[in-house]
């Protein structure tokens, strides 16, 4: 199944982001579980957690040229949320 492309994404704690997609669903995803692995550690810091752009064709979200999630990652294992439409 092809996952639909990210619209906009939000930081909403220390370490979860809310990811609007383009069929409208609305996701929550922790990283929590990505921290242990060591390309994803500088994302255990708040601040740099928060700066993240959403891939210019919504096909994931990007910290800096090694850290990246991917939207199929986002999809796949983010806990679906009420609609915002």
């Known amino acids: 199944m092809k996952s639909p492309k990210i619209v906009s994404?939000?930081?909403?704690?220390?370490?979860?982001?809310?990811i609007k997609f383009s069929n409208h669903e609305v996701k929550h995803y922790d990283i929590s579980k990505l921290?242990?692995?060591?390309?994803?550690?500088?994302?255990?810091?708040?601040?740099?957690?928060?700066?993240f752009?959403?891939?210019?064709?919504?096909?994931?979200?990007?910290?800096?040229?090694?850290?990246d999630i991917s939207e199929h990652e986002l999809?796949?294992?983010g806990i679906s949320q009420a609609s915002t439409e």
Do not use: C, R
Request: net charge negative; proline share 7%.
């Open 35 to 51: 921290l242990e692995k060591p390309m994803f550690k500088p994302l255990k810091n708040p601040h740099f957690f928060k700066h």
């Open 75 to 77: 999809w796949q294992n």
């Open 9 to 18: 994404a939000q930081a909403i704690d220390d370490h979860t982001l809310s």
């Open 53 to 67: 752009k959403v891939d210019i064709d919504g096909y994931g979200l990007m910290w800096n040229d090694e850290i």
